[in-house]
Structures are given as structure tokens and as C-alpha cells.
């Protein structure tokens, strides 16, 4: 990795240390990319501002705010949405941690702050994630590393050539597993939809809408 363009971290050598790094930039208005579950994110507080318009700017969207939020747990997310039923909460338990991403209905409170009626969370399988996750007890927006319109990038050598002017750090692993991002899934209505089939498929996933 090219340390004279930005911080970076291997989260699999280095990961308290990541972990502390990551959650000061989150606080503190920072974007940086991370590993995830499925792909390389983005990532930053979705309650500023000005971290939605860098990351719309480097992504090279028009003005894009819908970013898919990493949560640490069901209780968290429960702070930001409604849900229909104790057979929506259940089914929430029984398929998280898992690369599958849900769109849900925000509370009252969150569709003012954010503009949106509705957001895609994820509780991810990743040890890295899940520490930050629960140490800073709010959403993450994840988005892929990419352009608008260009590849999915997944080296962090090339991430960073690409990226390293324009985020304040890349937190990478050696392991060579981000390559498929999440299944989408809405359940905003009355039952689960399918938006995207990503790492489990989508038929695997309704088995536990009970």
C-alpha cells in the first residue's frame, strides 16, 4: 500500500488499531473505504451531510442519498425504522448476520433527517464491521468502490490509486473474498421482494418469512 497518499490500515494485522481509526473518522465528518461481507464500501456517517455530498462526489452520482446503512444489530436499527410485525422482527433475526440487505420503512424522525421514506440495512458477517459497528451503535453507509457506470474495484493496491487523494483512509485485508455484493431485498411492503440477487439466493433467503 502507497502510505504517502492516505492513512491505511490491514484490518487482519492492525485491528484494534483500524477499529479506532475508523470509528474517530466516522465521528469526526471522515469517508474512508473498508472491507465488508460482500464488497469494498464506502463509508461514513450517514447523518452528515457533507460525507453524503463526498461520497455522491466521488462516486459521480447526481445528487444520490440512498446508500445502503451497515447496522450492528437489530436493536440498533430499531432506533431508525417500523416494523410491521413480530414475523417482519423475526425474520430480520433469523437471516442477519448475512451479506443480504432489507429495504425498510424509516420511523418518523429518520425520514426527516434523511429525506427518505424508506433505506436498505445490513447487518454484516464481518469481524471488522461488526467491532465498529457496535462501538459507534449507528448506521454506516456502505456503497461500493467504484465510479458511477465503471467496475467494482476490489484490489487495494488499485483502490488506493485510484481513491487514496479523495478519502481520508482505506482500511484493506488480505483476503480475497470481495468480489459479489449483497442480495437486496424490500420488505417495505407486506412481503419480501426481490430488487437484487447477490451472494445467497433470493429463494434461500423467504424460507425464513414465517
Request: aromatic share 12%; net charge positive.
Amino acid at each position: 500500500m502507497n502510505k504517502t497518499l492516505l492513512t491505511s490500515f490491514n484490518v487482519d494485522e492492525n485491528f484494534d488499531q483500524a477499529v479506532k481509526a475508523a470509528n474517530e473518522l466516522y465521528f469526526n465528518g471522515g469517508v474512508f473505504i473498508y472491507p465488508t461481507d460482500t464488497i469494498y464500501g464506502f463509508g461514513g456517517n450517514p447523518f452528515n451531510d457533507e460525507v453524503l455530498r463526498k461520497i455522491t462526489r466521488i462516486k459521480g452520482r447526481p445528487n444520490w442519498r440512498r446508500y445502503i446503512h451497515l447496522v450492528g444489530s437489530v436493536e440498533i436499527l430499531m432506533k431508525y425504522v417500523e416494523i410491521k410485525s413480530e414475523k417482519f422482527y423475526d425474520f430480520l433475526i433469523a437471516i442477519w448476520p448475512n451479506p443480504v440487505s432489507v429495504v425498510l420503512n424509516l420511523n418518523q424522525q429518520t425520514r426527516d433527517i434523511l429525506g427518505s421514506e424508506t433505506v436498505a440495512f445490513r447487518i454484516p458477517n464481518n469481524r471488522f464491521c461488526l467491532r465498529l459497528l457496535n462501538e459507534i451503535k449507528m448506521p454506516l453507509i456502505s456503497t461500493s468502490v467504484n465510479r458511477s457506470g465503471k467496475e467494482l474495484m476490489n484490489d487495494p493496491v488499485m483502490i488506493t490509486q485510484e481513491f487514496g487523494k479523495e478519502v481520508d483512509a482505506v482500511f484493506y485485508s488480505n483476503k480475497k473474498s470481495f468480489f459479489e455484493a449483497s442480495t437486496v431485498i424490500d420488505l417495505s411492503g407486506e412481503e419480501p421482494k426481490l430488487i437484487r440477487e447477490g451472494k445467497i439466493k433470493f429463494t434461500d433467503i423467504v424460507k425464513n418469512f414465517k
